[in-house]
Every structure is written in structure tokens, then in C-alpha cells.
């Protein structure tokens, strides 16, 4: 969902980034939700950028 215009975008292009080293790391949040009746719903995301110059297209 495209949250400055209310309409839906769509990707078409999934990638898989891996490192030479193995590591990767990105920015995100975590927490559970704890509605009164006790009822808990974990949730998360994770914060983008702009891409490096490394993932940007050039």
C-alpha cells in the first residue's frame, strides 16, 4: 500500500541480497501487543532507506 496516495502499488520484482561474508544487517522495530482480554500479537517491520551505492542502480 502506497500510504501517500491510498492506492496499491505493486512489486514485481523480488530479490535475494547475500553478502560474502555471510552477514547482512538492516533497521527495524519489534513488540507485542497486549489487548485487555490477555490476547498478544507480536509485530514488526523494518525501516528502508534509500539504497547504497552498492544496491542502487547505476
Known amino acids: 500500500m502506497d ?8 512489486y514485481q520484482t523480488a530479490y535475494r ?12 522495530l519489534y513488540d507485542t501487543w497486549e489487548y485487555p ?9 523494518i525501516i528502508p532507506t534509500t539504497p547504497n551505492s552498492l544496491m542502487a542502480d547505476t
Do not use: A, Q
Open 3 to 10: 500510504f501517500t496516495s491510498g492506492k496499491r502499488t505493486v
Open 17 to 28: 541480497i547475500l553478502m560474502s561474508d555471510g552477514n547482512i544487517s538492516f533497521s527495524g
Open 37 to 45: 482480554e490477555g490476547k498478544k500479537i507480536s509485530t514488526c517491520t
